[in-house]
């Protein structure tokens, strides 16, 4: 009945009308001889299918050539600086090997991880760090890292050092040496190797052995006893690591003066394996290591940011004290920002300026600035203490540190090794040869 009522409503004649408006429209043919007075429309509404006038066409070729001529000249700045930035790192590179003091050179960068914290629970970036000897410290004795005396407080004499007790690696640092039974062991030693010295670590009082977060047994082992057998560790000694270069200064055994070899490794109770030109790999002891002398020492380190913030704390803090005799105040730069942890870090380090990057390039150029100013490493007590025998950081992951530092100093060796053997026909052929001699007929 609804479909009736609705087919006898659009047949009606009252509705005839509106059937006609829901008819579809008819599209006009085109044909060749009318005009499309739609299509102009629509043409004068989109300016794109209108051509352009001459004023436009100009104005926009001189759009494009100003673009390309910027463009153009934003590429030859960044030429410039480019070359600028190589020559500028030639010339620094230059004026530190031509120095006679000690040159310090950050090799590269290492990201190690603590799996048992995030990311964000600490400093994570270490800087692989090479230094060198100057000239007038080219060849020293390699001294032995630890070494013992014996006090006797027995007459109530005081020990006669100031101590800091670090706990985090389990020793006590001497900050100085007064008045005392440590002054007066000193004065009856005639080898400087033995005598108690500012920045000397104490690793041992008596049977009590220092542990990270146990270094107060330590202090109250020297306060309970009366005789104390002390092992302190020499801070500032250079002992054998790998990558030195080492020289026989008194022979022994069946190595003579005058023999040299590479350090390849050492174990935990201090004894190196040297790699000897005409002898081949052969282990030293710890004890036969001052039989030794260093030639143009290169040590390795890794450094993270916090150690070298410490190390500039320090050192300003004898500038502005006037205890530094090489160092003046405003002679040192500053440090560059701390690192901040988040999405901007991440962005940084995608884009080409990076964020590590530029702080690397801070810190080389805060170390070239100090060594520029040192005659030697010794010369500075801050100085000689950043770069002292410890090679790492004494954090958790140290042997682990110590394994990637031994890899990279493996592989800096490696190439130094292809490199000379690239190196070795080249200089052959350079080198005269002798005449050989005619042979002449025998004669009857």
Known sequence: RAMAGQAFMWSSPSNEGRRKSWEPPTVPSASPGKRDIGAEKVAERDPARTPASPGEVSRAKQVVKLAAEEAAEQARRRREQTEHAHQDDSKR????????????????????????????????????????????????????????????????????????????VGVLYITEVISGLAQEWNSVQPDQSCKVKAGDLIVAVNDVRGRPNFAHLLNEESKKRSVLTITLRRSLARAATPGRRLIVTKAFGQLSEGMWGEVIRVDDDGDALLKFVSWGTQWVAKEKLGCFAMEDGEMFYLKRFQDFKDFYVKLRQRVEAGQSSHLRPGSLPELPKEERMGFRRMMSNLTSGSFLTKRKEALQGYLDRVMS???????????????????????????ILQQRLDAMIDEVLLQRRRRAAQAQPALQALQPQAPQARAHPAHA
């Open 93 to 168: 590179l230059s004026e530190r090997k031509s120095r006679s003091g000690p040159r310090a050179e950050i090799i590269d960068t290492l990201e190690e991880h603590n799996k048992s914290c995030s990311v964000a629970c600490g400093e994570h970036t270490f800087y692989f760090v090479r230094v060198l000897k100057g000239k007038t410290e080219s060849r020293t004795q390699v001294l032995n890292a630890e070494y013992t005396i014996t006090l006797d407080k027995t007459n109530g004499k005081r020990l006669g050092l100031k101590i800091e007790i670090r706990e985090n």
């Open 373 to 399: 100013q040192v005659p030697s490493l010794s010369a500075e007590p801050a100085v000689a203490e950043f770069f002292g025998a410890n090679q790492v950081p004494q954090i958790d992951m140290q042997e």
